[in-house]
């Protein structure tokens, strides 16, 4: 059977267009998160989001860099200062600063707002992932950051143990 250059070109459109759609479900989640080597809780978040990136077919790298200088990182990818928490990872190019669950960061990754360089949990809320103590939580918000916009991302109530 011969080809034409009329059967030809339409095969190679659905060729390239499976190859696409065969590229685009194998694309793997990029986590590296900076830390401070003392701190025990960094490496339970890293867990939780490795865990969460990793259901399904989804491919994920993480890796855990000890940062002695991790105030100039912080600053440097724009984590504003009442927002800071005990690490800082970057997740597919977006900033993740401490405790955020890792069902957020998928829905900024899905969403990539306008504006929006990053999510941060400030300080180091109680029951939030890496840092989890039973039931019990506190109360906490993610909040979306970049240049020059804050808003509210996910609110999460106080819960007794």
Known sequence: ?????????????????ALAACAGAAQATSITMYRDPNCGCCLSWLKHANEHFAKGEEKVTAKSVNSPNIAALKSDKGVPADL????????????????????DIERLLEERPKGITGLAVAGMPLGSPGMEAGERRQAYQVIAFGPNKRVVWATYPARDG
Do not use: K
């Open 84 to 103: 800071v928490s005990c690490h800082t990872a970057i997740v597919d190019g977006m900033v993740i600063e401490g405790h955020v669950p890792a069902a």
């Open 1 to 17: 059977m011969t080809l034409t250059s009329f059967t030809r070109t339409p095969l190679r459109l659905a060729l390239g267009l």
